[in-house]
């Protein structure tokens, strides 16, 4: 099956997402399907590393946090936008060292730092362990690294290593 199929899962889950996107029919699911069987072929091709999941329980609280960032990030961003001139804002990059090594979870944070509004992932330095990070309304430096450390990194290490 996995000659054939490398990731199933991923193959029924985009296949549902296509038919999802478009109007449901058995054209669409057998057109998803292929697309989906192509692109997971893909993907076995690149031959990704397996990731290796320490703590499924921690994973519905770094989902509830990030969510509630986002919120209230898109939020924060808004006003700024909104008040135009009259607001005061620094934007600026911050260098945050990180412990984080597994490149799966490396991956997730980059996913939810990009997602997050007012924040953008711009480089990573694997030899020193340092991100480079833009902030769109920079106010404390230290908050921010203690913000991406004992937020995200601590619950991502327990998650993945």
Do not use: C
Not at 59 to 66: H, Q, S
């Amino acid at each position: 099956m996995s000659r054939w199929l490398p990731y199933p899962l991923l193959t029924l889950s985009l296949t549902a997402m296509w038919v999802l996107l478009h109007r449901p029919s058995l054209d669409h699911v057998l057109l998803g399907g292929v697309i989906a069987a192509a692109a997971t072929w893909a993907l076995a091709r690149l031959q990704p590393d397996k990731p290796r999941l320490q703590n499924w329980l921690a994973m519905p609280k770094l989902l509830g946090i990030v969510l509630y960032d986002i919120v209230r990030s898109n939020i924060a961003v808004a006003r700024i936008i909104l008040q135009g001139g009259r607001a005061k804002r620094t934007s600026g990059f911050i260098v945050i060292p990180l412990d984080l090594r597994d490149r799966t979870a490396l991956s997730v944070l980059a996913v939810i730092v990009t997602a997050t509004p007012g924040t953008a992932w711009v480089e990573f330095d694997p030899a020193h362990g340092r991100l480079l990070l833009h902030v769109f309304d920079l106010v404390d430096e230290a908050a921010w690294q203690a913000l991406i450390k004992h937020r995200y990194e601590r619950l991502l290490m327990e998650i993945f290593e």
